[in-house]
């Protein structure tokens, strides 16, 4: 059966343990950019996003009898995928740590100049953002999750994702405040 | 509250085009008189358009991934069940290495565990 927008991620997978297979890559097809650009901010390396999105979907396919009706699709989704990149985030440290020769994350796609400096100015001033205030952001502005999700994902409350969300974008505006990219400073 | 902080959670939204009706109107007039949250909702522009393209189609990986898994969804790999005499016998180990005093090494062994 062919899908429409207009269908809740949650009647899709009520639909997919039905045994409705389009509804899973419909779902799957719904979520792998905005989650890709949040793990990829997580975890500066966009390779390591790629494959964590895959395994993301990979474990919601294997635990889909869990799903509740009534429950939300999305925090479930984004819960999932922050617990794999926090693991992957220590597993990369203790490699760093390790005398293992390894490394440095792939550099960003390259495009047109304009779009890598923008890249590395954004890549730069999110890594300079205190880890919780960048996972708020990551998760709003990337993830495009509301305040409750959010609060629901880092198992916090509203006001303090409000707060984090607030001297976020606050240190954003101040780290890219003299950044133009049209003017090639 | 200021606007400022209060209008500050629909910037997101403001800059992904998600806001319509009566907060885009509100979000909107506070943009014009409000220099500082021009600036917030630009580096937030900035920061969408770092993430935008160069995306590819990871159904096919995934699609892959699930056909390579086992029927049951079952876990492939297993371990033996950790006996108090296995248990003994790694901190024996550990413990040598520690005395040895190679620390990363003890890093190393527990890392792989």
């Known amino acids: 059966m062919a899908w429409t927008r207009e269908a809740t991620d949650e009647s899709l997978l009520t639909a997919y343990c039905a045994g409705d297979g389009a509804a899973f890559e419909t779902l799957f097809r719904r979520y792998q950019a905005p989650l890709c650009r949040h793990l990829e901010r997580m975890l500066a390396d966009r390779a390591a996003a790629e494959d964590l999105v895959i395994e993301t979907f990979y474990r919601l396919d294997r635990h889909r009898d869990r799903f509740r009706t009534g429950a939300r699709v999305r925090p479930w989704v984004y819960t999932i995928a922050n617990n794999l990149a926090r693991n992957r985030r220590r597993r990369d440290r203790l490699v760093r740590w390790l005398p293992l020769g390894r490394t440095e994350p792939d550099p960003p796609p390259t495009g047109r100049e304009d779009a890598g400096e923008i890249r590395r100015r954004v890549a730069s001033a999110l890594d300079a953002l205190p880890p919780r205030q960048r996972e708020a952001c990551s998760l709003r502005l990337l993830g495009e999750l509301d305040l409750e999700e959010i609060a629901q994902v880092t198992g916090t409350s509203v006001g303090t994702v409000k707060s984090r969300l607030f001297y976020g974008q606050r240190r954003l505006r101040e780290l890219l405040a003299d950044f133009d990219p049209g003017g090639r400073r | ?113």
């Open chain 2, 1 to 113: 509250m200021s606007d400022c902080a209060e209008l500050s959670y629909l910037l997101a939204d403001h800059v992904r085009g998600r806001l319509a009706g009566e907060p885009s109107t509100r979000v909107t007039e506070h943009l014009e008189g409000c220099p500082t949250c021009r600036a917030t909702a630009r580096a937030l522009t900035l920061v969408r358009q770092a993430s935008e393209g160069g995306g590819s189609d990871l159904w096919p990986r995934l699609s892959a991934r699930r056909a390579a898994a086992e029927p049951d969804g079952a876990v492939v790999v297993s371990f033996p069940p950790l006996t108090w005499q296995a248990a003994a016998a790694l901190a024996a180990v550990v413990l040598v290495l520690v005395v040895a005093g190679d620390v990363r090494l003890v890093a190393l062994a527990l890392g792989t565990l």
